[in-house]
């Protein structure tokens, strides 16, 4: 009777996997873009300096995201962050094709400013849609 196991037995079953959080390390990181003296650094100039330091923080950051969530091979967990980062990339090409950094006269343009807005409170927005994404998983 030892010998012959069946698909219900203990020894046949393996524990489901346990679901991915990466916003136990993500999360701090993209708060911490909300917080302190670049927040609102693209509110007077979306071409200045400041404000061009703020995204490509921010962007780096998202594509840290975009690297963890693909390292943890979690893609189908964190649907909406995925698809919220990479319109925040797409929004940054524009802005870049723009040529809005750096120049001055690109602050009369309001595609600059909506860009440069957006990439700035863009990563508030991925922090609560990888709550939301874990949450969905069962990893909250």
């Known amino acids: 009777m030892a010998a012959t196991q069946t698909a219900t037995s203990p020894a046949a079953t393996t524990a489901p996997a346990a679901p991915v959080k990466l916003s136990t390390t993500w999360g701090p990181k993209l708060q911490a873009l909300g917080a302190g003296n670049q927040f609102g650094s693209c509110t007077d100039s979306a071409s200045s300096p400041t404000c061009v330091a703020a995204m490509t923080d921010s962007l780096t950051t ?13 893609t189908s967990e964190y649907q909406q962050t995925v ?46 849609d990888m709550a939301m994404d874990e949450h969905s998983a069962g990893a909250s």
């Open 83 to 128: 698809t919220d980062i990479n319109g925040l990339v797409k929004v940054a090409t524009a802005y870049e094709t723009a040529g809005c950094a750096t120049d001055p006269s690109a602050d009369a343009n309001g595609a600059c400013f909506k860009d440069a807005m957006a990439i700035e409170v863009g990563a508030a927005r991925v922090n609560l």
């Open 62 to 74: 998202l594509t840290g995201v975009l690297r963890g969530i693909a390292a943890a091979n979690a």
